[in-house]
């Protein structure tokens, strides 16, 4: 009932995250940006302007923006990743695995959809989210998922402090 459940050697796990996240990181903050740019002045332009999460964080108090960010750090960077992961890569990916090589494509693609709320973001999170759910498959861990997500959106929630704050 539960797979992927196959262990890494030591090494080989540590070498994997650090070179996934590192590639996630750097199509995050260097390919993500121009990609939302485009899709949303091409396909998403009718949109309302508040749709896209830009805010004016001014309006908050410090008090209330901690604790917003503290309750986000903890559903975002831990809570929410563990869950998707276990979900996309230990329950559906060994299902449609039958599929061979296009498996963690079409996992992806799915991640991607689920997150309805961001649909410019989904080429971007495809194509950055796509060596992780290889490496899912091909290694059979799911726990290489498990440490990519969350320290991806760790990172994020990291980088939104400042933001928030001003």
């Not at 091409?42 to 503290?70: H, Q």
């Not at 960077?77 to 599929?99: C, K, N, Q, T, W």
């Amino acid at each position: 009932m539960i797979l992927y459940r196959e262990r890494t050697p030591a090494a080989q796990f540590v070498g994997l995250v650090a070179a996934l996240f590192l590639w996630s990181g750097t199509f995050a903050v260097i390919l993500y940006p121009p990609l939302d740019t485009f899709f949303i002045g091409v396909f998403f332009s009718w949109l309302p302007e508040w749709f896209f999460f830009t805010d004016d964080f001014g309006r908050y108090t410090t008090g209330a923006l901690l604790f917003t960010w503290a309750l986000g750090l903890v559903l975002n960077a831990f809570a929410g990743p563990v869950v998707e992961e276990l979900y996309f890569r230990r329950y559906l990916l060994p299902r449609i695995s039958r599929f061979g090589v296009p498996a963690p494509v079409m996992n992806a693609v799915l991640f991607s959809l689920y997150h309805f709320f961001t649909p410019w973001q989904n080429v971007g999170r495809i194509v950055g989210l796509l060596p992780m759910v290889y490496a899912v498959w091909w290694k059979r861990d799911i726990r290489i998922g498990i440490a990519v997500h969350c320290l991806s959106n760790l990172f994020s929630m990291l980088a939104l402090l400042p933001v928030m704050l001003g």
